[in-house]
């Protein structure tokens, strides 16, 4: 039986992969930030998921990651690094420099974090993938192009997803030669809290599709930026 680990997996889009992913008899590792949330996750799918506590702004996270997974897990196929907030700044001379360090502390070090404490598992697995959510808003190529200019995105987000990609072309580099699959993805307009103005797409559809796609890529796939089964993303 194939095993996820999912973060920010009680609500949006991470509630829609647990389901899925769970519906795809997955062993599932739902990565929330209170216990309420865990108790819920727990209620709604009683067999085959060990939601774990942790807040991926520390460090403490990784710890408590890994132990987790050593009590429940042998080898974890799929790591999904999904949490994410968003930020408001967008003038210059508005951005709070307090903004963008957290973002860049849930963006960039929690996958960083969350990497750490799941690689053991990983090498234990024939087809391990690491799946990073990014967003079109951390695409270089289209951000200079222009196509968002005056769309009032804030600074922190776009810096934010941009070194994600930066850490999954560097992750993935890195790990082709142990076999683990490292991607960015978008996951589309989401109608989700974290919604953008032009939100068009249900997390359902967005999780449908990422499910299907992770289930058939492997290391040849590494380094993509997708929109999965929609459109390939440019860096
Ligand atoms: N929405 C969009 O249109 C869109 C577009 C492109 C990319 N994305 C990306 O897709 C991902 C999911 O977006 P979404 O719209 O589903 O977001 P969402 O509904 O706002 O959910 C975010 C999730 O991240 C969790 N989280 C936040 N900070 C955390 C922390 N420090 N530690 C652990 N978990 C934390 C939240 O937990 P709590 O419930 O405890 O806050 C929640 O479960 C994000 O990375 C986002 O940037 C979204």
């Not at 509630?15 to 739902?30: A, C, D, M, R």
């Not at 957290?102 to 929690?110: D, E, V």
């Not at 103005?197 to 999780?207: F, N, Q, R, V």
């Amino acid at each position: 039986m194939e095993s996820v680990l999912i973060t920010g997996a009680n609500r949006g889009l991470g509630l829609e992969l647990q389901k899925v992913f769970f519906s795809g008899s997955f062993n599932t590792f739902p990565v929330v930030r209170t216990e309420e949330a865990a108790d819920q996750l727990r209620m709604q799918f009683p067999l085959r998921c060990y939601p774990i506590v942790a807040d991926l702004t520390s460090d403490k996270s990784i710890e408590t990651i890994r132990m987790n997974l050593d009590k429940n897990a042998h080898s974890l196929d799929v790591v999904i690094n999904n949490a994410g907030i968003s930020g408001s700044e967008y003038l210059i001379e508005t951005v709070r420099t307090e903004e963008v360090n957290n973002l860049f502390n849930i963006h960039c070090l929690g996958p960083i974090r969350t990497v750490q404490a799941c690689i053991p598992n990983l090498r234990k697995s024939i087809n391990p993938r690491i799946i990073n959510v990014s967003s079109r808003l951390g695409s270089l190529t289209r951000m200079a192009s222009g196509e968002f200019i005056d769309r009032r995105f804030s600074y922190s987000y776009r810096m934010a997803k941009a070194a994600q990609n930066m850490f999954t072309i560097c992750l993935g580099q890195e790990l082709m030669k142990d076999n683990i699959t490292v991607c960015a993805i978008h996951p589309g307009q989401l109608l989700t809290r974290g919604r953008s103005t032009d939100a068009d797409t249900d997390p359902a559809i967005a999780a449908e599709n990422l499910y299907k796609w992770i289930k058939v890529i492997d290391i040849n796939n590494t380094g993509l930026f997708v929109q999965p089964l929609v459109q390939n993303m440019p860096w």
